[in-house]
């Protein structure tokens, strides 16, 4: 629903591209945006399998992408009543910033859970996916080679030389979700991330991980 929200508040151009192509490198596709899981007050009702929330809701969505910030904030602004599903929200803030980087060690937090993972075969020939978790050698390596095409992707130039780390300063939380009849493995927490400024950037502006643009690795300073 959010992820629809998002599409339905870009104007056509904007969502064409980003929905039909996209930032390509090789044989992916990134959008280049991710967005917070929905922030505020709220109740689970696990009778009716509904989440209540109170009067106010917030919404953190980020992108390197100039012309899809613009596009959200405008479009936004003028509409200023927004569908959720069957809900219709009245849009009474918005805030443009930029969580700069400028240093090669950053401590970040998820405002949605970081996905790893890769698709792999069994014996008889069915794929199967396999989710990693912070800690494992997998989990930085694949974050570390997304991270590197998302820029490449995104600037059409080689990423920077230098090697990229991502350390849990705790123990990390693990959510299982439901997205189109997928189930889905992430993380949330507070991290450690080390590399070139430029690909720490790419992180904070992008998203950090796979499916940001489905509501995953969406982090902030």
């Given at each position: 629903?959010?992820?629809?929200?998002?599409?339905?508040?870009?104007?056509?151009?904007?969502a064409d591209?980003l929905h039909?192509?996209g930032f390509?490198?090789?044989?992916?596709?990134f959008?280049m945006?991710?967005?917070?899981?929905?922030l505020?007050?709220?109740?689970i009702?696990?009778?009716?399998?509904?989440?209540v929330?109170?009067d106010?809701?917030?919404?953190?969505?980020s992108s390197p992408?100039?012309?899809f910030?613009?596009?959200?904030?405008s479009?936004?602004?003028?509409k200023?009543n927004?569908r959720?599903?069957?809900?219709?929200l009245?849009v009474?803030k918005?805030i443009?910033e930029?969580?700069i980087v400028?240093e090669?060690r950053i401590?970040?937090?998820?405002l949605?859970?970081?996905?790893?993972?890769?698709?792999?075969l069994?014996?008889?020939?069915?794929?199967?996916?396999?989710?990693f978790?912070p800690?494992?050698k997998?989990?930085?390596r694949l974050?570390?080679n997304n991270?590197?095409?998302?820029?490449?992707?995104?600037?059409?130039k080689?990423?920077?030389?230098?090697?990229?780390?991502?350390r849990?300063?705790h123990?990390?939380?693990?959510?299982?979700?439901?997205?189109?009849q997928?189930?889905i493995?992430g993380y949330?927490?507070?991290f450690?991330l080390?590399g070139?400024?430029?690909?720490?950037?790419?992180?904070v502006?992008a998203?950090l991980g796979?499916?940001n643009?489905?509501g995953f690795?969406?982090i902030?300073?």
């Open positions: 629903m959010v992820q629809g929200l998002i599409y339905d508040s870009l104007k056509g151009e904007v591209f039909e192509k390509k490198r090789e044989k992916r596709s959008k945006f991710a967005f917070s899981r929905l505020g007050n709220y109740n009702d696990k009778t009716k399998g509904i989440i929330f109170g106010e809701i917030s919404l953190i969505v992408y100039d012309e910030c613009n596009s959200l904030a479009n936004m602004l003028l200023k927004l959720l599903g069957e809900n219709t009245e009474v918005f443009m930029r969580d400028s090669n401590n970040i937090k998820t949605s859970p970081i996905v790893a993972y890769s698709t792999l069994r014996p008889d020939g069915r794929k199967y996916t396999c989710y978790e800690g494992e997998d989990f930085c974050i570390e991270l590197r095409k998302k820029y490449e992707a995104f600037y059409k080689e990423a920077p030389d230098g090697e990229f780390e991502i849990q300063l123990k990390p939380k693990m959510s299982v979700m439901s997205y189109k997928t189930v493995k949330s927490g507070r450690e080390s070139s400024i430029q690909m720490l950037q790419m992180a502006d998203g796979s499916k643009s489905q690795g969406c902030r300073l």
